[in-house]
């Protein structure tokens, strides 16, 4: 590995040669609408879960179980930011795109490290005082020649790829107002997908679309229906004004019926005395026509949330094989602490089953979700409740491996007391409603999080690796019977896709890993990347796991890490 500051050098020299037009040797090729579909068996990583049924896996086979022990870093890079880095890195051809905290975008040659360009987005005007849990950016999406990166006051910006020359540019909604965007986006036949998040400060979530060319609106969709729309009538009158329902993290697409899934988050405010009814779409996974953004079926993992569930963990597109019927299902690890396979096809329940102590949220009765009424707070009760809303799994994303069958979950084991208060509305302020505090799960005592590998099949555990610490990093599986993933110790993992066990681990790294790992191949040479910088929500609103002194003491600091053979 170059030394760092010769490696500084060389990285100017080259981006300047890239600024001023001049030939560079690096591999890009125009990241087609055909590719994009493709994705699955494509050498690179161009979307943030790989492809668009987001299972982050990879059909790689060059580093497996059989060598992986070997597996050394070839090139770093040092962000300088102190804040949780969660982005993957995204790679088309020879050419490698990381976002940072703050929404500073980076492309380098993904086989070398050279840097090529940096853009910082202009946040100097932005008090960034509405953005919850930290001020991460999970990555970019490719189309065309073009690099599309979300930022936290709300634009959407297309860079080109090759130079990182500003495109266009467009902000959503002003800033600093109760919304933020930390996602990364969704390319479909064209068209820029995002979502703005924002519940916690009573923000109506929406999902929107953007022509990937210049920028023009396409369609725009709320999470939370007007009363004349359907699910309006879920809702106290004029509630969905102020209902939440952020969509923080990227969605899904089947392009077999052309069906775009979308999850979306808690309602606001967080008290559900104050706004009775279902509370359509918050907590649930929305189906929609791309071209126009028309819900055509939802399904509601935590209806009338009070607990802060959510509903936005990633949809993974697999086909299951349940009780000796073959379904199209997406399945999801939801933040309520069970595991759901859904038919993708009309939105009804497969199955949902326990993959952490889950106390409020009961079972299911004719395919809707059921919860305990006496574990609901007031504004006059506490309660203690399983999982806590950090969740059973938060944003880290699950890998699913089609030769395994087998979901890898990032799970953590918390419960909390909450309470009611009293709350009123006021644009650009916390809309909660409730205390609370993230307490021990007695049943996992002395052990905050795991991996774990569940039977997408049945719903089932089949093996499982405790972690004395949270484990907040998102999975990625490959076809050389791998898992990887970062643990908060500052090791990147690689376990037996089959068993669990730990074939390999990184040297300790410079920080804890919440980020999601992604691996690709450059001139037949298969590459694996891993962020780490500690971060997020955990040490923010993470109550007795976050002030354990184990958890305290993970250092902070973000930087890339890039691992072969």
């Known amino acids: 590995m170059k030394p760092l500051n010769i490696l500084r050098k060389t990285s100017?020299?080259?981006?300047?040669?890239?600024?001023?037009?001049?030939?560079?040797?690096?591999?890009?090729?125009?990241?087609?609408?055909?590719?994009?579909?493709?994705?699955?068996?494509?050498?690179?990583?161009?979307?943030?879960?790989?492809?668009?049924?987001?299972?982050?896996?990879?059909?790689?086979?060059?580093?497996n179980t059989g060598n992986v022990s070997?597996?050394?870093?070839?090139?770093?890079?040092?962000?300088?930011?102190?804040q949780g880095h969660e982005?993957?890195?995204?790679?088309?051809?020879?050419?490698?795109?990381?976002?940072?905290?703050?929404?500073?975008?980076?492309?380098?040659?993904?086989?070398?490290?050279?840097?090529?360009?940096?853009?910082?987005?202009?946040?100097?005007?932005?008090?960034?005082?509405?953005?919850?849990?930290?001020?991460?950016?999970?990555?970019?999406?490719?189309?065309?020649?073009?690099?599309?990166?979300?930022?936290?006051?709300?634009?959407?910006?297309?860079?080109?790829?090759?130079?990182?020359?500003?495109?266009w540019k467009k902000q959503l909604i002003p800033a600093d107002v109760g919304y933020a965007m930390t996602l990364a986006p969704l390319v479909v036949k064209g068209k820029v997908i995002v979502g703005e998040s924002g519940g916690e400060y009573g923000a109506r979530g929406f999902i929107e679309a953007l022509d990937a060319r210049t920028g023009k609106e396409v369609w725009k969709r709320y999470t939370i229906p007007a009363p004349n729309e359907p699910g309006g009538k879920t809702w106290p009158k004029g509630a969905y004004k102020?209902?939440?329902?952020?969509?923080?993290?990227?969605?899904?697409?089947?392009?077999?019926?052309?069906?775009?899934?979308?999850?979306?988050?808690?309602?606001?405010p967080w008290l559900a005395t104050l706004r009775p009814g279902d509370n359509l779409y918050t907590d649930s996974v929305i189906a929609m026509n791309p071209a126009n953004g028309k819900i055509k079926w939802h399904f509601q993992y935590t209806p009338n949330d009070t607990w802060d569930y959510d509903g936005t963990?990633?949809?993974?597109?697999?086909?299951?094989?349940?009780?000796?019927?073959?379904?199209?299902?997406?399945?999801?690890?939801?933040?309520?602490?069970?595991?759901?396979?859904?038919?993708?096809?009309?939105?009804?329940?497969?199955?949902?089953?326990?993959?952490?102590?889950?106390?409020?949220?009961?079972?299911?009765?004719?395919?809707?979700?059921?919860?305990?009424?006496?574990?609901?707070?007031?504004?006059?009760?506490?309660?203690?409740?399983?999982?806590?809303?950090?969740?059973?799994?938060?944003?880290?994303?699950?890998?699913?491996?089609?030769?395994?069958?087998?979901?890898?979950?990032?799970?953590?084991?918390?419960c909390m007391t909450i309470k009611g208060t009293t709350v009123s509305y006021k644009a650009g302020l916390p809309f909660l409603g409730e205390s609370f505090k993230v307490v021990a799960d007695p049943a996992f005592k002395g052990q905050w999080g795991e991996v774990q590998a569940i039977d997408v099949n049945t719903g089932e555990q089949v093996w499982n690796h405790p972690s004395a610490l949270p484990w907040n990093s998102g999975m990625l599986s490959t076809a050389g019977g791998l898992v990887f993933s970062g643990g908060a110790d500052g090791h990147l993992y690689a376990f037996d896709a089959k068993s669990g066990k730990v074939l390999w681990k990184s040297p300790e790294l410079s920080s804890g890993i919440e980020s999601v790992p992604s691996t690709w191949k450059v001139d037949g040479k298969q590459y694996v990347s891993v962020y780490a910088g500690w971060g997020g929500a955990t040490p923010i609103w993470g109550g007795d796991m976050a002030s354990d002194p184990a958890v305290t003491n993970i250092p902070l600091g973000g930087h890339l890490y890039v691992f072969a053979l």
């Open 12 to 63: 100017l020299f080259v981006a300047l040669t890239v600024l001023a037009g001049g030939a560079l040797a690096t591999d890009f090729s125009p990241v087609t609408t055909a590719r994009l579909s493709d994705a699955a068996h494509d050498n690179g990583w161009l979307m943030y879960r790989r492809d668009y049924a987001s299972n982050g896996y990879a059909p790689f086979k060059q580093i």
């Open 70 to 82: 070997g597996l050394k870093q070839v090139w770093d890079y040092k962000t300088g930011f102190q």
């Open 87 to 167: 982005a993957p890195a995204i790679v088309n051809g020879d050419y490698l795109y990381i976002t940072t905290p703050k929404d500073e975008l980076i492309a380098f040659q993904a086989s070398t490290g050279k840097q090529l360009w940096k853009y910082q987005h202009d946040l100097s005007q932005v008090g960034l005082k509405t953005v919850c849990c930290d001020v991460v950016n999970r990555g970019v999406a490719l189309y065309g020649d073009n690099v599309y990166m979300a930022t936290l006051d709300n634009y959407v910006v297309a860079l080109d790829g090759r130079t990182g020359k500003v495109v």
């Open 242 to 268: 102020t209902g939440g329902g952020g969509a923080w993290l990227t969605g899904s697409y089947d392009a077999a019926t052309d069906t775009l899934f979308w999850g979306v988050g808690n309602p606001g």
């Open 313 to 414: 963990n990633e949809t993974v597109l697999t086909d299951i094989n349940y009780q000796g019927k073959a379904y199209k299902a997406i399945v999801s690890a939801s933040r309520n602490g069970w595991f759901y396979a859904i038919n993708r096809l009309n939105g009804k329940l497969i199955y949902m089953k326990k993959f952490a102590t889950a106390t409020s949220v009961t079972g299911e009765k004719d395919g809707k979700v059921t919860t305990d009424p006496a574990l609901r707070p007031t504004v006059d009760k506490q309660v203690l409740t399983c999982p806590s809303f950090l969740g059973g799994k938060n944003w880290w994303p699950i890998s699913v491996d089609p030769q395994t069958h087998l979901a890898y979950v990032p799970t953590m084991h918390t």
